[in-house]
């Protein structure tokens, strides 16, 4: 069966420093990618960044990025320069290449508050 | 653009009523999923649609639950008769093509049966 793990379902970080979730996954696909989504307050779930396994490089998005370890099946967040705006559930997704990017596999997901 | 919509935000009901919630997703999008979160676990998938067909109901956890999605537009997942385990956020989200688009997700309805 195919498990996404977030092993931290907490965490906070002051603003403006460097903080990093984790995640792992669990597949026997090849490939397929990757998604961390973050969900503010009371707000829909949205894409932060996304991943695909047969890309080496890692992704990056403006103060996020990723370090994706495919034979250790790991994809943690990083989250540079913390901004109270990050404080939110994030959700690390997974799903098969070629399959739906709708159907996707979530952790529980991280609840992360930024201090002021 | 109006982006996924769903409705209610909230509901409590009690046990062995019926409670339909509605999404909306974003026009244009073919697909659209249904999801829920039950209180400490993951976000589980329940099902997908292709424009007004079943693509993939592998998720739905039994026959008290059915979605229908008419015309390929907004769709409905009604609940009947609800139980107590039934509670949790359900998501919808849409996307444009099946592969290698992006989803987006409503907010949630939050669902409380007593």
């Known amino acids: 069966a195919q498990t996404v793990t977030q092993s931290q379902p907490e965490m906070s970080v002051q603003e403006a420093e460097t903080v990093t979730l984790s995640c792992t996954y669990d597949?026997?696909?090849?490939?397929?990618?990757l998604f961390w989504y973050k969900q503010p307050p009371s707000r829909q779930m949205i894409l932060v960044i996304r991943?695909?396994?047969?890309?080496?490089q890692n992704a990056t998005e403006n103060r996020f990025s990723v370090n994706f370890q495919k034979a250790a099946k790991s994809f943690s967040l990083k989250i540079s320069d913390s901004q109270l705006g990050d404080t939110a559930m994030y959700f690390c997704?997974?799903?098969?290449?070629?399959?739906?990017?709708?159907?996707?596999?979530f952790g529980k997901g991280t609840k992360l508050s930024v201090k002021p | 653009e109006a982006g996924v919509t769903q409705f209610p935000s909230h509901s409590v009901i009690e046990k062995g009523q019926t409670v339909t919630l509605r999404c909306d997703p974003i026009?244009?999008?073919?697909?659209l999923y249904w999801y829920r979160r039950v209180m400490g676990k993951e976000i589980k998938f329940l099902l997908h649609f292709v424009k007004e067909s079943k693509q993939d109901e592998s998720g739905m956890p039994n026959n008290r639950f059915l979605a229908e999605r008419t015309g390929g537009t907004y769709s409905t997942l009604k609940v009947q008769p609800a139980e107590l385990e039934d509670s949790g956020v359900y998501f919808c989200?849409?996307?444009?093509?099946?592969?290698?688009?992006?989803?987006?997700f409503g907010q949630g309805t939050r669902l409380t049966v007593v």
């Open positions: 597949t026997s696909e090849s490939n397929y990618y």
């Open positions: 991943q695909e396994a047969y890309k080496q």
């Open positions: 989200a849409s996307s444009q093509d099946g592969w290698n688009t992006e989803a987006f």
């Open positions: 026009s244009g999008h073919d697909n």
């Open positions: 997704a997974f799903t098969p290449y070629g399959g739906s990017q709708g159907n996707l596999i």
